[in-house]
Antibody, heavy 118, light 106 residues
Framework: EVQLVESGGGLVKPGGSLRLSCAASGFTFSNAWMSWVRQAPGKGLEWVARIKSKTDGGTTDYAAPVRGRFTISRDDSKNTLYLQMNSLKTEDTAVYYC?????????WGQGTTVTVSS | DIQMTQSPSSLSASVGDRVTITCRASQGIRNDLAWYQQKPGKAPKRLIYAASSLQSGVPSRFSGSGSGTEFTLTISSLQPEDFATYYCLQHNTYRTFGQGTKVEIK
């Protein structure tokens, strides 16, 4: 069974940092493109970042609101996706989901909550 | 960036009704579009990919159509479990979600 499990969320002060993890199982993670998507409380879905597989170049793309502050990365030896979030703002408060990419987001994790507040 | 305009933002319908939701892209995206259903407190679930291909396990009352800039999700006969929020996603250039359509019980 394909499974994605996010972790690393929590409460952080504005300007702080946090690293999210997404543990993958049930599929060949190294071949997969992966994305992070977030959802602020009571709001819609917002794509955050995407990373291609290393065989497809391993390139990354970011949504404008997080470009320069967030970094998506992967460790194929650990079947794990990461999102390093720096210079956090209150508007980054959201549930963060990781998802496999195949004709858009295919399989989703259950999400991890990030709260940015003083 | 490609903008996705989804309409309506909400609708009220009865069990058995035919429901149509539309997404318009600000530029052509071929058929690089998916549709998702989300229920409160849950992760989104993909219904349709490549604009018109039904995700495995999804009931056949869901269908998608369109190409280029205009796309439609249709629920042919609304069931009680279909009351949820629906989103479109373009994945042609970066990724952009529509604003969502909340389907409520009439």
């Amino acid at each position: 069974e394909v499974q994605l499990v996010e972790s690393g969320g929590g409460l952080v002060k504005p300007g702080g940092s946090l690293r999210l993890s997404c543990a993958a199982s049930g599929f060949t993670f190294s071949n997969a493109w992966m994305s992070w998507v977030r959802q602020a409380p009571g709001k819609g879905l917002e794509w955050v970042a995407r990373i291609k597989s290393k065989t497809d170049g391993g390139t990354t793309d970011y949504a404008a609101p997080v470009r320069g502050r967030f970094t998506i990365s992967r460790d194929d030896s650990k079947n794990t996706l990461y999102l390093q979030m720096n210079s956090l703002k209150t508007e980054d408060t959201a549930v963060y989901y990781c998802a496999t990419e195949y004709y858009g987001m295919d399989v989703w994790g259950q999400g991890t909550t990030v709260t940015v507040s003083s | 960036d490609i903008q996705m305009t989804q309409s309506p933002s909400s609708l009220s319908a009865s069990v058995g009704d035919r429901v149509t939701i539309t997404c318009r892209a600000s530029q052509g995206i071929r058929n690089d579009l998916a549709w998702y259903q989300q229920k409160p407190g849950k992760a989104p679930k993909r219904l349709i990919y490549a604009a018109s291909s039904l995700q495995s396990g999804v009931p056949s009352r869901f269908s998608g159509s369109g190409s280029g800039t205009e796309f439609t999700l249709t629920i042919s006969s609304l069931q009680p479990e279909d009351f949820a929020t629906y989103y479109c996603l373009q994945h042609n250039t970066y990724r952009t979600f529509g604003q969502g359509t909340k389907v409520e019980i009439k």
